[in-house]
């Protein structure tokens, strides 16, 4: 289970997501709107999960409604997705941590990479698990204030990255324009594992699939050298899989799909907003590769 892997992840959820919410201090909005309401209250202000996070509501600020999004949802986010990468891992044989640069769109407060953290501490080897995950991180998100947590996030996570990491954070805006060379910086001499993330990214109703497909074919043709794997996970609910199913589509013949798209229902025990509940995701989740990583996992077949 997620949660046995090492106390820092526990702890981190218990100290620092649970105490932001649970310590917050009573302003008066917040007492209105959150200590005096119920989880459906709380739940509705950020839209379960699916607000812009770009403006403030019935008096809360951002931070705030980031504050209520992780203390409800990121647990069970990092859950699905540490369930995805072990499912890629062990049905698929596809290993993510060989110079990897972890590119997270819509990345919130960094899930993406608490969930690679946690499945280094499964897969990264002895010493390697030891020392914390090694890696490349660029979060990209249209909210300044998600980007903001993000780094709160990668402080309070301590050990479980390690001191090597780095860490990038680009607002969405600038991703056409300083992307490839964030991921080009940590290519280095021998190539590397690019993973391309899209964690309860595609029910946003903010994407211009058109010029996320741009984007996406500009990472393909100019690292084409490397292998690229792109992880999908979202709700399994048909509304709000309508963009991912038009990105796959246009991505036609330049990604491959190992797997699409399975749909599964996780279960965990939360220990931060839902504390004690045994919950369900219903979970639909795909891992698609470029043709270098197609060719390298055919090898390994023969
Ligand atoms: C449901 S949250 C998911 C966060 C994180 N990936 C996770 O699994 O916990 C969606 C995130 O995507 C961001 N987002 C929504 N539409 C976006 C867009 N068009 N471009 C960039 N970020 C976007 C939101 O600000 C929010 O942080």
């Known amino acids: 289970m ?3 892997r090492n106390e820092n992840l526990t702890n981190f959820f218990k100290t620092f997501i649970n105490s932001e919410f649970e310590d ?6 917040w007492k209105k709107e959150v200590t005096d309401t119920d989880w459906k209250h709380r739940s509705d202000l950020i839209e379960r999960g699916q607000c812009t996070f770009l403006e403030g509501v019935k008096g ?16 069970g986010h990092a859950v699905s997705l540490y369930h995805v990468l072990l499912n890629a891992r062990k049905k698929h044989k596809i290993s993510f941590l060989n110079n990897l640069i972890h590119v997270d769109f819509g990345c919130g407060p960094i899930t993406a990479a608490i969930a690679m953290a946690v499945y280094n501490l499964k897969h990264g080897g002895k010493d390697k698990s030891k020392a914390g995950l090694t890696f490349h991180y660029i979060g990209i998100d249209q909210s300044d204030a ?6 709160e996030v990668q402080e309070a996570a301590g050990r479980l990255f390690n001191s090597k990491s780095t860490f990038e954070y680009i607002n969405a805006e600038d991703a056409n324009r ?7 910086k940590h290519r280095g ?14 029910a946003s109703q903010t994407i211009d699939v058109p010029a996320l497909v741009k984007l996406i074919k500009r990472i393909l043709t100019e690292f084409a050298a490397d292998k690229i794997c792109l992880v999908f996970q979202n709700a399994d ?7 991912w199913y038009q990105f796959k589509d246009y991505t036609k013949g330049v990604l491959f799909p190992v797997y699409a798209d399975e749909a599964e229902n996780v279960s965990y025990i939360n220990v931060s907003g ?26 390994l077949e023969e």
């Open 2 to 4: 997620f949660h046995d």
């Open 24 to 29: 917050h201090e009573d302003t008066t909005a």
């Open 60 to 75: 809360l600020t951002i931070r705030d409604l980031v504050v209520i999004y992780a203390y409800y949802y990121m647990e």
């Open 146 to 151: 998600m980007l903001s947590f993000g780094q």
């Open 178 to 184: 300083e992307l490839t060379t964030a991921i080009g």
């Open 189 to 202: 001499f021998f190539g590397a594992t690019i993973c391309l993330n899209f964690s309860y990214y595609f």
């Open 237 to 243: 609910n048909p509304n709000k899989n309508a963009s």
């Open 274 to 299: 839902r504390r004690g509940q045994y919950v369900t995701i219903k979970l639909l989740h795909a891992v698609l590769v470029n043709q270098t990583f197609k060719d390298a996992m055919e090898e």
